[in-house]
Nanobody, 129 residues
Framework: EVQLVESGGGLVQPGGSLRLSCAAS????????IVWFRQGPVKEREGISC????????YYSDSVKGRFTVSTDNTKNTVFLQMNSLKPDDTAVYYC??????????????????????WGQGTQVTVSS
Protein backbone atom coordinates (compact mmCIF):
# COMPACT_ATOMS: atom_id res chain seq x y z
CA GLU A 1 0.00 0.00 0.00
CA VAL A 2 1.35 3.40 -0.99
CA GLN A 3 1.44 5.92 1.82
CA LEU A 4 2.74 9.43 2.30
CA VAL A 5 2.52 10.71 5.86
CA GLU A 6 3.31 14.30 6.74
CA SER A 7 4.22 15.32 10.29
CA GLY A 8 5.87 18.12 12.20
CA GLY A 9 3.26 20.83 11.88
CA GLY A 10 2.11 22.96 14.76
CA LEU A 11 1.81 26.45 16.15
CA VAL A 12 4.87 28.70 15.97
CA GLN A 13 5.50 32.38 16.51
CA PRO A 14 6.54 34.66 13.66
CA GLY A 15 10.25 34.32 13.02
CA GLY A 16 10.28 30.78 14.35
CA SER A 17 11.13 27.48 12.68
CA LEU A 18 9.54 24.12 12.04
CA ARG A 19 10.68 20.99 10.27
CA LEU A 20 8.12 18.99 8.40
CA SER A 21 8.59 15.36 7.41
CA CYS A 22 7.07 13.36 4.59
CA ALA A 23 7.50 9.64 5.20
CA ALA A 24 6.92 7.46 2.15
CA SER A 25 6.22 3.76 1.85
CA UNK A 26 4.92 1.30 -0.70
CA UNK A 27 6.92 2.49 -3.71
CA UNK A 28 10.53 2.77 -4.87
CA UNK A 29 11.43 6.04 -3.22
CA UNK A 30 14.61 6.67 -5.25
CA UNK A 31 12.59 6.77 -8.48
CA UNK A 32 10.31 9.58 -7.39
CA UNK A 33 10.25 13.31 -6.88
CA ILE A 34 8.57 14.66 -3.75
CA VAL A 35 6.71 17.91 -4.11
CA TRP A 36 5.51 20.11 -1.24
CA PHE A 37 2.30 22.07 -1.61
CA ARG A 38 0.44 24.22 0.84
CA GLN A 39 -3.04 25.66 1.04
CA GLY A 40 -3.77 28.58 3.29
CA PRO A 41 -7.15 29.91 4.36
CA VAL A 42 -9.13 31.13 1.33
CA LYS A 43 -6.09 30.52 -0.89
CA GLU A 44 -5.42 28.18 -3.78
CA ARG A 45 -3.02 25.30 -3.29
CA GLU A 46 0.52 26.48 -3.96
CA GLY A 47 3.54 24.43 -4.96
CA ILE A 48 6.48 25.51 -2.82
CA SER A 49 9.27 22.96 -3.26
CA CYS A 50 10.32 19.87 -5.15
CA UNK A 51 13.20 17.47 -4.63
CA UNK A 52 14.31 14.63 -6.87
CA UNK A 53 15.16 11.62 -4.73
CA UNK A 54 17.49 10.30 -7.44
CA UNK A 55 19.93 13.20 -7.60
CA UNK A 56 18.82 15.64 -4.91
CA UNK A 57 18.02 18.48 -7.30
CA UNK A 58 15.71 21.03 -5.71
CA TYR A 59 13.26 23.73 -6.69
CA TYR A 60 11.62 26.46 -4.62
CA SER A 61 8.87 28.98 -5.13
CA ASP A 62 9.77 32.64 -4.78
CA SER A 63 7.57 32.82 -1.69
CA VAL A 64 9.81 30.45 0.30
CA LYS A 65 13.20 30.69 -1.41
CA GLY A 66 15.92 31.52 1.07
CA ARG A 67 13.79 30.55 4.07
CA PHE A 68 12.82 26.93 3.41
CA THR A 69 15.17 24.04 2.66
CA VAL A 70 14.11 20.66 1.36
CA SER A 71 16.23 17.56 1.87
CA THR A 72 15.89 13.83 1.63
CA ASP A 73 17.05 10.83 3.64
CA ASN A 74 16.80 8.01 1.14
CA THR A 75 17.74 5.46 3.81
CA LYS A 76 14.54 6.34 5.65
CA ASN A 77 12.38 7.13 2.60
CA THR A 78 11.70 10.52 4.12
CA VAL A 79 11.77 14.08 2.83
CA PHE A 80 12.19 17.01 5.18
CA LEU A 81 11.13 20.62 4.78
CA GLN A 82 13.04 22.91 7.10
CA MET A 83 11.10 26.15 7.46
CA ASN A 84 12.83 29.15 8.98
CA SER A 85 11.85 32.80 9.45
CA LEU A 86 8.21 31.83 9.38
CA LYS A 87 5.60 34.47 8.70
CA PRO A 88 1.85 34.56 9.38
CA ASP A 89 1.39 34.25 5.62
CA ASP A 90 2.97 30.79 5.82
CA THR A 91 -0.05 29.54 7.76
CA ALA A 92 -1.47 26.67 5.74
CA VAL A 93 -2.01 22.96 5.51
CA TYR A 94 1.16 21.48 4.04
CA TYR A 95 0.99 18.46 1.77
CA CYS A 96 3.57 16.27 0.07
CA UNK A 97 3.01 14.47 -3.20
CA UNK A 98 5.09 11.84 -4.99
CA UNK A 99 5.65 11.89 -8.73
CA UNK A 100 7.58 9.31 -10.80
CA UNK A 101 10.89 10.54 -12.12
CA UNK A 102 12.77 13.74 -11.28
CA UNK A 103 11.16 17.08 -10.59
CA UNK A 104 9.76 18.49 -13.84
CA UNK A 105 12.01 21.29 -15.04
CA UNK A 106 9.01 23.26 -16.19
CA UNK A 107 5.88 23.76 -14.12
CA UNK A 108 7.11 21.59 -11.22
CA UNK A 109 4.72 23.61 -9.05
CA UNK A 110 1.67 22.97 -11.24
CA UNK A 111 -0.78 21.00 -9.11
CA UNK A 112 -2.48 19.57 -12.19
CA UNK A 113 0.65 17.50 -12.96
CA UNK A 114 0.10 15.50 -9.77
CA UNK A 115 -3.65 14.96 -9.80
CA UNK A 116 -3.27 11.21 -10.32
CA UNK A 117 -0.24 10.78 -8.09
CA UNK A 118 0.19 9.95 -4.41
CA TRP A 119 -0.65 12.57 -1.79
CA GLY A 120 -0.38 12.73 1.95
CA GLN A 121 -3.17 13.85 4.26
CA GLY A 122 -1.51 17.15 5.17
CA THR A 123 -0.19 18.75 8.34
CA GLN A 124 -1.33 22.10 9.72
CA VAL A 125 1.18 24.90 10.23
CA THR A 126 0.00 27.99 12.06
CA VAL A 127 2.23 31.02 12.43
CA SER A 128 0.83 33.41 15.00
CA SER A 129 1.82 35.37 18.06
Amino acid sequence: EVQLVESGGGLVQPGGSLRLSCAASGFTFDDYAIVWFRQGPVKEREGISCISSSDGSTYYSDSVKGRFTVSTDNTKNTVFLQMNSLKPDDTAVYYCAADPGPCPDMDWDDESLYEDEYWGQGTQVTVSS
